[in-house]
């Protein structure tokens, strides 16, 4: 069998990327990885599209290797992934709404992001006129008696984003659930070609508001990478710092949330109390409750504040006074255990297939954490555990979490005991001519990727691929043989992004 | 079983008051805000909210508004799952293209009177998003905006301002008209 080594052998090495190899192969090695992909032998992590080329970030399960395979295509097609690994076909569809290159072979042409309402097709390509009249969206059938439909959304009833779900239900059973997305779509990838490495870092941290540090920092790490830059200590101990903040914030808000949804509000609204708490600490320590606009390429734009360590600490005395309770509540209380277990259940083969990140991966027996598995720093010099369960089911999804604010609780302690004195931020070097870099940063849902071309020092290039991607189509598997009314469970606990998505 | 229950329901230390700073200024203010909205509608404010193409930041901070320390229900301030029951429509994002259509519905079937209230940077003229082919700009490039609330995303504070300053304007034109 051959290994990523061989396969980067097979292909003409491109200079300048970092920090894994990049190689342009022909259709043949394309297919060959197509298929590896399929036997389960490499996860697939990101696929996406210039106008006259396709890339494809893949790893190597067992050793953790990474590369990037491209493919030119001239004739403005490449031979479809997805055909044989479904995890793919989402994201050729996307490669040909925004630049026209085509799957071939894809069993799914429809298009994905485009809805025919941006005045153009191709945006990023050769653009054309738009169709004169947008053609109805093709849903996937689904016969047979007694059968009926339930459409939802874009606009749904509560606070949340726009999102088209098509279920079809036999009764009260769930028999297909079809989701339309791209209304959040906002040309992100198309904004960022040109643009500074300060806009481009703005621009990443408004890809998904609730992972703005998870964002911010996965686009410095990619533009780091790609100029050979070294931040400072400081900086790398006070980044970690932020998405630890970020993950505990959320994590605390899903938590509650997802009992919301069993109807259980007691714990919605202690979980709320908390979650608040982390954010008040982090505008006090660092200005914005969200930590937007702090990770940028070179280091942090902002220290923390005076007195800012302590108000963390003791936001973080008071969850270890508090939480513990509600995790018992959770465990106790039968009427909501018995709405979160063994409902929306993803079984294991099917997270390893669309390496699915994050805790949807981790409740269903995938252990990839980019903290741990790439150990990139300051994690590698910091103790922490990585719980992994198997049932996959809500429940699992819940605990998954929960084992993961205690995590964040003693990473940020570390951190914070262990704050290396000095710069926060070093020069960005406009970087000559060509460089490429990728990087792939745990966010609270999972792995996000940006990989990134620099061209004298502007983004010629870039592409974001938020954890939703491969998380999204498991939520559709997992629905079916539910009840309707289990749907938002289920859909909480994965708690796909919409808008890291859509882009 | 249920012994279990009631246990964990009335265990110590969820029987305690939450740990809620006394946060006076929120309170006057919301307080204010359900004064306001009693004055002007004879009743309690409901809100739909609309994301029309937002990061998810504002709904974030939109959602905070709810949880115990802003508790902004207990003013009369409902956040509401239809259009057809509300008075305020509060709208984030740039508005994207691919929303457009259903942002113009949600407006449509919200009654009169009706207020619009765009939330954050992106909502006033598509922030850092404007000038893609795939947005539309501002909310008002749409629908009529009554106020706009500015931040990235604002904080609960800014917004219970944002809805004040609204209902207390149309509270004054309501007597000088
Ligand atoms: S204003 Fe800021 S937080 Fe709100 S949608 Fe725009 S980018 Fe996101």
């Known amino acids: 069998m051959p290994s990523l080594i061989d396969l980067t052998l097979e292909g003409r090495k491109v200079g300048q990327h970092r920090p894994w190899p990049r190689v342009v192969v022909d259709a043949s090695v394309w297919i060959f990885a197509a298929s590896e992909l399929a036997h389960g032998r490499w996860s697939l992590l990101g696929l996406w599209g210039e106008p006259a080329a396709v890339h494809m970030a893949i790893m190597d399960g067992q050793t953790a290797e990474i590369a990037v395979v491209s493919l030119d295509c001239p004739d403005r097609t490449f031979p479809s992934v997805g055909k044989h690994h479904p995890p793919a076909l989402r994201l050729e569809r996307t490669i040909n709404d925004l630049f026209g290159l085509s799957a071939e072979g894809s069993p799914d042409a429809r298009p994905w992001l485009d809805h025919d309402r941006w005045g153009v097709r191709f945006p990023l390509g050769d653009r054309i006129d738009a169709l004169p009249k947008a053609a109805p969206y093709g849903f996937l059938a689904a016969e047979g008696d007694g059968l009926h439909q339930i459409a939802v959304g874009p606009v749904h009833a509560g606070i949340i984003e726009p999102g088209h779900f098509r279920f079809t239900a036999s009764g009260e059973t769930v028999v297909r659930l079809e989701q339309r997305l791209g209304y959040v779509h906002k040309g992100i990838d198309g904004l960022m070609t040109g643009a500074s490495l300060a806009r481009g870092v703005q621009l990443a941290g408004r890809t998904s508001g609730d992972s703005t540090v998870a964002y911010a920092y996965a686009f410095s790490r990619a533009a780091e990478a790609a100029l050979g830059l070294v931040v400072p200590d400081r900086a790398v101990f006070l980044r970690a710092l932020l998405a630890e903040l970020e993950r505990l914030a959320n994590h605390l808000g899903d938590i509650g949330a997802i009992c919301n949804d069993a109807s259980f509000a007691l714990m919605h609204a202690h979980c709320g109390v908390l979650r608040e708490s982390v954010l008040r600490a982090a505008g006090a320590a660092f200005g914005h409750r969200l930590m937007r606009d702090i990770i940028v390429p070179g280091g942090v734009s902002r220290d923390i504040g005076a007195g800012g360590a302590e108000t963390i600490q003791a936001t973080l005395d008071n969850i270890r006074l508090r939480f513990p309770a509600l995790v018992e509540l959770y465990d106790n209380t039968a009427s909501l255990q018995d709405r979160t277990v063994d409902t929306g259940m993803l079984k294991p083969p099917l997270a390893r297939q669309y390496a699915a990140g994050g805790y949807v991966g981790r409740a269903s027996g995938r252990s990839f954490d980019a903290r741990r598995t790439l150990a990139y720093p300051p994690y590698d010099a910091l103790r922490f555990d990585v719980p992994v369960l198997s049932e996959g089911d809500v429940n699992a999804r819940v605990w998954i979490r929960i084992r993961e604010v205690e995590q964040s609780i003693s990473l940020i302690e570390q951190i914070l005991s262990r704050l290396p004195e000095g710069l926060t931020r070093k020069e960005v070097p406009l970087g000559g001519e060509v460089r490429e870099g990728m990087a792939i940063v745990e966010g609270f849902r999972g792995d996000v990727l940006v990989w990134l071309r620099l061209r004298n020092g502007l983004i010629e290039r870039c592409h974001m691929r938020d954890p939703s991607w491969f998380q999204w189509p498991l939520l559709e598997a997992v629905i079916e043989n539910n009840i309707v009314a289990d749907f938002p469970l289920c859909n909480k606990s994965f708690n796909c992004s919409y808008s890291g998505h859509d882009l | ?177």
């Open chain 2, 1 to 177: 079983m249920r012994k279990l229950l009631f246990e964990s329901v009335f265990r110590q230390p969820l029987t305690e008051r939450a740990p809620l700073p006394d946060d006076a200024a929120v309170a006057e203010l919301a307080t204010a805000l359900g004064q306001a909205a009693r004055r002007r509608l004879g009743r309690s404010l409901s809100i739909r909210e609309v994301d029309a193409g937002s990061c998810n930041g504002c709904e974030l901070e939109i959602h905070a508004l709810n949880n115990a320390y802003y508790d902004v229900e207990r003013f009369g301030l409902r956040f509401v799952a239809s259009p057809r029951h509300a008075d305020v429509l509060m709208v984030t994002g740039p508005v994207t293209k691919n929303m457009r259509e259903a942002l113009e519905r949600t407006y449509h079937a919200t009654p009169n009177p009706k207020w619009v209230v765009a939330v954050g940077d992106c909502a006033r003229n598509g922030g850092c998003f404007a000038g893609s082919y795939a947005v539309v700009g501002g909310v008002s490039e749409v629908i009529p905006v009554d106020l706009h609330i500015p931040g990235c995303p604002p904080a609960p504070t800014a917004m219970l301002q944002g809805l004040l300053a609204l209902l207390e304007r149309t509270d004054a034109d309501a007597v000088t008209s």
